[in-house]
């Protein structure tokens, strides 16, 4: 299965390349979590912010939040739209498409709890 992700710029020298995509193969079969943390989410993809903290929010091709990732945590924290099948979440071509939101030093606790909202 191909991952097309994306993800947003954190500052302004970052802009020049944006929207930093990159095809990902990944095995079928994957459940969504599992295929988060196979991409290297949240290291190595993204960059790392001053201070070691930062938040993010994987979202699918149509919006939804499907999980939550700090610089500061080891692994993704999936929301509950994040669970189960990756297949599920691809396009008519086969391809999964993910963009990674950047959230800034919003405490990831608290992004957390505002998805589960």
Known sequence: MRIHLTRDSVAAGDDADAPHA??????????????????????????SIGGGRATWVVRGSDGTALAVLAQQWPRPRPLPAGQGPLARLAGADGDVRLHVEYRRQ????????????
């Open 106 to 117: 919003v405490d990831p606790e608290a992004e957390y709890g505002r998805l589960l909202g």
């Open 22 to 47: 990159e095809t990902v193969p990944l095995p079928d079969g994957l459940d969504v979590p599992a295929a988060l943390t196979a991409l290297g989410l949240p290291r190595p993809r993204l960059p």
